[in-house]
């Protein structure tokens, strides 16, 4: 698995920015940065160099975990893909990028796409060193219209991108999103009902298209979940000295909570397994834990009596893919 902390050459990268930078303006200019992301603001508020390398140590390092989680969940379902190229939208400082790259060793042509001059030039200026990420395309050009002129590649990730779309615009980018694959698409989105809501209607989307769910779910069928309940997951990253200052954090750690979807052009061969929604509650008499089953929605119980599957149930994570046992 690969780590969620972010590789020693992006930090190296980094904190060569920092120098002579104002860690209290950087402070300033990330809070009203995520103000206006929280309002919806999306990259507009952007501008400078100032904003970009701010919001880069405020969300790089969890959007970075986050991308990992869910790239480590696909691996563990399809360990066999081993893509070349790869295609990011609203590739903002290259977080998806990055990950991308140390998650599959096999990736060799890296392009990204993201209509703010401020964080292409941040994100050109951190791999410029990195002996993984030479000669990156990186173009210039709003979401849809990037994408159209863009070749198909084996991965395609959008992180963090798709809310700051109108309803219409998510529909029609998912399209062409999906043109674009090749192979596997990816979606990442925060893990909120919101976010959880634009993956449901994404997924359904590209299913009807003929996609198949390579993760987090175990089928293409509908969603089992009932509102106000929402499927995410939850990330846990090291906060660095300068993330803690930017972010105004005590913590040494931040929980990343998001929402993804992984879509594959070919069915998935092995679906033996189950997701698990939510951290397993143990007790002395019994393990229960929330399942995505291939058939629908399960509160399973696990008997203490029952050693050997007591045992198993006691490692799982929330996230994990559980298998049938043999």
């Not at 096999?106 to 200026?125: G, H, I, P, Q, V």
């Not at 660095?240 to 594959?264: C, I, M, N």
């Not at 397994?273 to 397993?280: K, M």
Request: glycine share 6%; with cysteine; aromatic share 6%.
């Amino acid at each position: 698995m690969t780590s969620p902390d972010l590789p020693a050459e992006l930090k190296a990268a980094l904190d060569g920015k920092l120098r002579g930078f104002s860690r209290n303006e950087a402070a300033g200019r990330a809070a009203s940065i995520s103000q206006v992301y929280r309002s919806g603001g999306g990259s507009t508020t952007i501008r400078s160099e100032t904003d970009a390398l701010a919001y880069a140590l405020a969300r790089m390092p969890a959007t970075y975990a986050a991308v990992i989680a869910s790239l480590n969940a696909l691996i563990e379902i399809r360990p066999d893909f081993t893509p070349s190229s790869l295609l990011d939208i609203g590739a903002g400082p290259g977080t998806a990028t990055w990950g991308a790259a140390e998650a599959f060793p096999s990736l060799k042509d890296f392009t990204l796409l993201d209509a703010n001059d401020a964080l292409r030039t941040l994100a050109l200026d951190l791999a410029r060193d990195s002996t993984r990420l030479r000669g990156i395309a990186y173009e210039r050009g709003e979401a849809r219209a990037a994408l159209a002129k863009a070749d198909t590649a084996d991965l395609v990730v959008a992180s963090y991108m798709i809310g700051e779309l109108g309803e219409a615009e998510q529909r029609a980018l998912a399209e062409l999103l999906w043109q674009k694959t090749h192979d596997t698409l990816l979606v990442v989105e925060p893990g909120t009902p919101a976010g959880y809501a634009r993956m449901i209607a994404l997924r359904a989307h590209l299913i009807a298209l003929g996609g198949h769910v390579a993760a987090p779910c175990p089928h293409d069928d509908k969603c089992p979940l009932q509102a106000p309940d929402w499927c995410h997951f939850t990330q846990r990253l090291q906060r660095s000295r300068a993330h803690k200052q930017v972010k105004g954090a005590e913590l040494p750690y931040e929980d990343e909570k998001f929402a993804y979807v992984a879509l594959t052009r070919a069915p998935v061969d092995d679906r033996r397994f189950s997701r698990v929604l939510a951290q397993p509650i143990i007790s002395k008499i019994e393990i229960t834990a929330k399942l995505c089953t291939p058939e629908g929605l399960s509160f399973t119980k696990v008997p203490r009596r029952a050693k050997a599957d007591y045992a198993r149930a006691r490692r799982w994570r929330w996230g994990d893919p559980v298998r049938e046992e043999s």
